[in-house]
């Protein structure tokens, strides 16, 4: 099975995610490389550096750091996946004046493009979005409630993206304004995402975190997630690796 995911950029995509799984038993069989040159290959991608490529893999997996080695692809950052049973230990009211809000407005889409690139402009690799673009390429089973924002004195200034899917609820972005960082903005964000995610059901909520983000870690931590993993997101520029000569 293979998959790929072009992110929205300005001005036209550059950017594209590959994901290739192949069961164990056909391995090493060269399924995987033409499952990869099926998807990352299309349009001229690979083999442009002016394209990059990305991917996450299992940091424990053993078949698949050769392969990715062999794709031409290098560790960019180490991904903690954290998760929670939900409802799990009370959920202490943050300690915030930050009002969370649905996901509304004439400007809604913009507003979380905006928040979005200046929460991650110092963030390597990050993925700049494009108010169209992002509206447009929204997954098929998004609803409103997927989004929401923290408003201070008028103004958005965090916003929380999440999915549900039959495993339970995953967070997939938080982003809050660099000038009102530590004033419980993301903690309200999160707390009101995974009161949410019990009012549909849910029992599990899992997101992903990079290593070195040790504020995210300490919120996290304080909400009662645990880390139940580490991943390893890979990144390559289009141009193609050069083949290894057979001896």
Known sequence: MAYRFDPPRPGGGSYRAAFV??????R???????LYDAIAGADGVDGDPGWYLTSTIDESSAAAWP?????????AQSLLVMERELPGRPLHEPDSDARIERFLGATAWQDWADIHNSAFQDVPFAVRHDADALEGNRPD????????????????????????????????SIGVLPDVRGQGVGTALLVSALEYLVDRGHRTVALTVDEGNSAALKMYARLGFDETSRRAHLMRNGKAPRKRRRA
């Not at 090493?28 to 033409?34: D, L, S, Y």
């Not at 392969?67 to 560790?75: M, N, Q």
């Open 28 to 34: 090493r069989k060269g399924v995987g490389r033409a």
């Open 21 to 26: 799984v192949v069961h164990p038993r056909f």
């Open 67 to 75: 392969f990715a080695r062999a794709l031409g692809f290098k560790k």
């Open 141 to 172: 089973d998004f609803r409103p409630e997927h989004v929401r924002f923290a408003k201070l004195g008028g103004k958005r200034v965090g916003y929380l993206f999440l999915r549900e899917t039959t495993a339970g609820g995953y967070v997939e």
